[in-house]
């Protein structure tokens, strides 16, 4: 049974770029076909899809958020990372890692946005 | 962009009645629709895959429908423990998207 655990800081300024590693147990990230993915709640309100990676390194983005966004795999490490450039308040969100069409949720870990 | 819209927004039900939540696309999108429950504080959970596919350990009282446009969640004989908000996705084409959610609310 496959376990996502999302980790990275709470707190990130304005203008910064937000880190978040979620990692995978119970398996090997590369001995699956999933997309492995990223999505977003900010408080209070809906789901938000920011990308999918494959292992091999195919990556999807969503074109609101294409220009700063960085989704990227370690296999060795068994894990994957996202990385969100320039933030604003308007990133403040619970950050899911996800395989949503098979059932597969971390916990969520909310980041806020704040000076 | 697919745009998913669901009604209603929020629904106050009385234990053992049926709920019904719609999910209308704006454009067609196959049977590449699915449902999530997610309560206060949880992540969501897969309820039903594909239109009408019920996830593995899902209650048999939750059911999905359509295919298209118009897609359905019917809660049969709705428990307590159903008091959450729902979401529909859909993901025949990028970006995959979300409906807005609709919160059950237990009367």
């Known amino acids: 049974q496959l376990q996502l655990q999302e980790s990275g800081p709470g707190l990130v300024k304005p203008s910064e770029t937000l880190s978040l590693t979620c990692i995978v147990s119970g398996g090997s990230i590369s001995s699956s076909s999933y997309y492995w993915g990223w999505i977003r709640q900010p408080p209070g309100k809906g789901l938000e899809w920011i990308g999918n990676i494959h292992y091999s390194g195919s990556t999807y983005y969503n074109p609101s958020l294409k220009s700063r966004i960085n989704i990227s795999v370690d296999t060795s490490k068994n894990y994957f990372s996202l990385k969100l450039s320039f933030v604003t308040a308007a990133d403040t969100a619970v950050y899911y890692c996800?395989?949503?069409?098979?059932?597969?949720w971390g916990q969520g870990t909310l980041v806020t946005v704040s000076s | 962009e697919v745009v998913l819209t669901q009604f209603p927004d929020f629904q106050s039900v009385t234990p053992g009645e049926k709920v019904t939540i719609t999910c209308r696309a704006s454009?067609?999108?196959?049977?590449?629709l699915h449902w999530y429950q997610q309560k206060p504080d949880q992540s969501p959970k897969l309820l039903i895959k594909?239109?009408?596919q019920s996830f593995s350990g899902v209650p048999s009282r939750f059911s999905g429908s359509g295919s298209g446009t118009d897609f359905t969640l019917t809660i049969n004989s709705l428990e307590a423990e159903d008091a959450a908000t729902y979401y529909c996705?859909?993901?025949?084409?990028?970006?995959?998207?979300f409906g807005q959610g609709t919160k059950v609310e237990i009367k």
């Open positions: 594909d239109a009408s």
């Open positions: 996800a395989v949503p069409l098979n059932g597969y």
């Open positions: 996705h859909q993901s025949t084409s990028l970006p995959w998207t």
């Open positions: 454009q067609h999108i196959g049977i590449s």
